[in-house]
């Protein structure tokens, strides 16, 4: 049975930071790529972070650049994401997602190439 399960989201005050953990289960986790993504009220789904299989290719959403970094532990089975300087616009629900992917494969923010979902983390940014 294949799980994803997030943590650390909360409430943090512009300007502060946040790690967000997504712990994994049910799959050949060295295999996958991962991802990150967010929602927000009245708004589409979008890609935030992408990271492949092998771990050497990284895409960011353009609005995060120098803010966020991905990172994964093969180990633990588990990707996180370090967010620095948050702003308002940061507040949604944050989804770390999976699917299976060569070595070779580039990173990707498209949700419809990602096969398993966790249920999101709020995350709220708020003086």
């Known amino acids: 049975q294949v799980q994803l399960v997030e943590s650390g989201g909360g ?3 512009p300007g502060g930071s946040l790690r967000l953990s997504c712990r994994t289960s049910g799959f050949t986790f060295d295999y996958y790529a991962l991802g990150w993504f967010r929602q927000a009220p009245g ?6 972070s992408g990271i492949n299989s092998k ?16 990172s994964r532990d093969n180990a633990k089975k588990t990707v996180y994401l ?6 308002p616009e940061d507040t949604a629900v944050y989804y ?5 992917s060569g070595p070779l494969t580039p990173a990707s923010l498209l949700n419809v190439v990602y096969r398993h979902w966790g249920q999101g983390t709020q995350v709220t940014v708020s003086s």
């Open 11 to 13: 409430l943090v005050q």
């Open 43 to 48: 708004k589409e789904r979008e890609g935030v």
């Open 55 to 70: 771990g050497d290719s990284i895409k960011y959403l353009d609005s995060v650049k120098g803010r966020f970094t991905i």
């Open 82 to 87: 370090q967010m620095n300087n948050l702003r």
């Open 96 to 100: 770390c997602a999976a699917y299976p």
